[in-house]
């Protein structure tokens, strides 16, 4: 893309300075103070009520990742088949896929600020059902198998309400000016956890079991509710003038016929069904292929974890959105390349130090495209937009999931994860070529929503 002029003399010389964007009040006691000491990457955390989110998520997101790497582990442990691994990462997510159209209208209707707090503190429940079930060990395996299904599809459920609300709401917390940056660092933050998360889970998997994983990150949401009630947010004013079903409708149009957002969309959910998958066999990879056993399967987790918090960092030292869709283009390529290289190693540090690229190329393509995709769209779609996002990136993911583990028992772990990387890359070069084409008109609805002022 041209160079989109973001800065505070471009907003005082221009012609659409006069119709500046609303901004929300952020209560952050001295911000613009607060701004001078800090630096470029860490400039959204001057807002009081991103301080809080940020603290509060990061201790939660610990506990969700150690949580993901036990959950799958305990499937694995219980009944050694690549094909109920996808079957339980389908049950997980594809609630996700199903009601985020009625998600993102519900956090476009409805108070953001408290719709994230009910869905954290129905997720800190289920994590204490799961961590029950599996600690009292009262079910016998078959039983547990599908107990964990259930739990899963519920929390999923949860999470299509949670992603949209969560992600829309970071503007309320931080305004236009800070929002690139705020995404960066809420993507920082999601996988620095990945980090930390998965290396936890697998020592406490290895030494005392799945169900402490779970209780862990059930005490963890605690921090986060704490953050959310102690924010100072003005309630913004919600369009309700029309029944929900028109605003669904209205959503889909707008992302139907807005050739940007559909197009990143579009890349999002192809990557996402046939490249995530990998995720939901790594443990396969872990123990039979690599045998590293579950310390190795958290390893590579936090291999994957580094590559994408290394990636969300250079995302959040970015000043502006010139060029993030070529960015994402290369991305999704390098990500599908890398995905085939590490699909065929048969050697451990080879298979961790290959994951760092691609947690890194994943990271970047996602984090550009939601990026691209809040820059562009107006605020009263913001939440129905979200979800659309969160039903192609993580909606798909359960199709590709069992599509995956299918493929896995027929042809084998490294085929099915060769097989969605070559086909991550194509889709990768198709987005490139049309790159050119969608610029003008990203750039001018970019304009059109105040995150810049004026094209150079």
């Not at 005082?12 to 009040?25: I, L, N, Q, T, V």
């Not at 699909?343 to 890194?360: D, E, H, R, T, W």
């Not at 609805?445 to 150079?456: F, H, K, N, P, S």
Request: charged share 15%; net charge positive.
């Amino acid at each position: 893309m041209r160079e989109i002029d973001s800065s505070p003399a471009a907003e005082a010389d221009s012609p659409a300075s006069s119709k500046k964007p609303h901004r929300h009040p952020d209560h952050s006691g001295g911000a613009d103070a607060h701004a001078k000491r800090l630096p470029v990457t860490l400039r959204a955390l001057r807002h009081r009520n991103f301080q809080l989110f940020f603290g509060g998520q990061l201790i939660s997101l610990v506990g969700t990742w150690m949580q993901s790497v036990a959950q799958l582990w305990l499937v694995y442990r219980l009944t050694g088949s690549s094909l109920l691994l996808g079957v339980v990462g389908f049950a997980s997510q594809i609630p996700i896929f199903i009601f985020s159209p009625v998600a993102g209208t519900v956090a476009d209707r409805y108070n953001r600020h408290r719709l994230v707090i009910a869905t954290q503190t129905t997720s800190m429940i289920l994590a204490f059902m799961l961590a029950f079930l599996t600690l009292s060990h009262r079910l016998p395996k078959d039983e547990m198998v599908w107990g964990i299904m259930v739990l899963a599809s519920l929390l999923g459920v949860v999470n299509a309400f949670d992603i949209p609300a969560r992600q829309s709401f970071l503007v309320e917390m931080v305004g236009r000016e800070d929002l690139m940056n705020a995404i960066a660092l809420n993507s920082s933050m999601f996988n620095g956890a990945r980090i930390v998360g998965p290396a936890i889970a697998g020592v406490l998997v290895a030494t005392i079991g799945e169900g402490w994983c779970f209780f862990a990150n059930a005490v963890s949401f605690i921090a986060v509710i704490v953050g959310l009630l102690m924010m100072k947010i003005t309630p913004r004013e919600a369009e309700r003038s029309a029944s929900m079903f028109t605003h669904i409708a209205e959503g889909f149009r707008y992302a139907a016929r807005t050739a940007p957002i559909r197009a990143i969309l579009l890349l999002v959910g192809l990557v996402s069904l046939v490249g995530m998958p990998y995720t939901v066999l790594m443990p396969i990879f872990a123990d039979h292929i690599l045998h590293g056993g579950a310390r190795g399967y958290g390893i590579l987790m936090g291999a994957t974890g580094i590559g994408a918090l290394l990636g969300a960092l250079v995302l959040a030292s970015r000043t502006g959105v010139r060029g993030l869709g070529r960015i994402a283009a290369l991305s999704a390529g390098g990500f599908g390349l890398s995905l085939v290289v590490f699909a065929f190693s048969k050697n451990f540090y080879f298979s961790m130090a290959i994951l760092v690229p691609v947690g890194f190329t994943m990271m970047t393509q996602m984090a550009c495209a939601n990026t691209l995709i809040q820059s562009m769209v107006p605020d009263r779609l913001r939440g129905r937009m979200m979800s659309l996002y969160s039903m192609m990136f993580i909606g798909m993911s359960p199709v590709g999931a069992l599509c995956g583990g299918a493929i896995a028992t027929w042809l084998t772990a490294p085929w099915a994860v060769a097989i969605g990387g070559t086909a991550s890359f194509a889709a990768a070069c198709v987005f490139y070529w049309q790159v050119p084409r969608l610029r003008v008109e990203a750039e001018q609805l970019i304009v059109d929503q105040g995150i810049a002022t004026r094209l150079r």
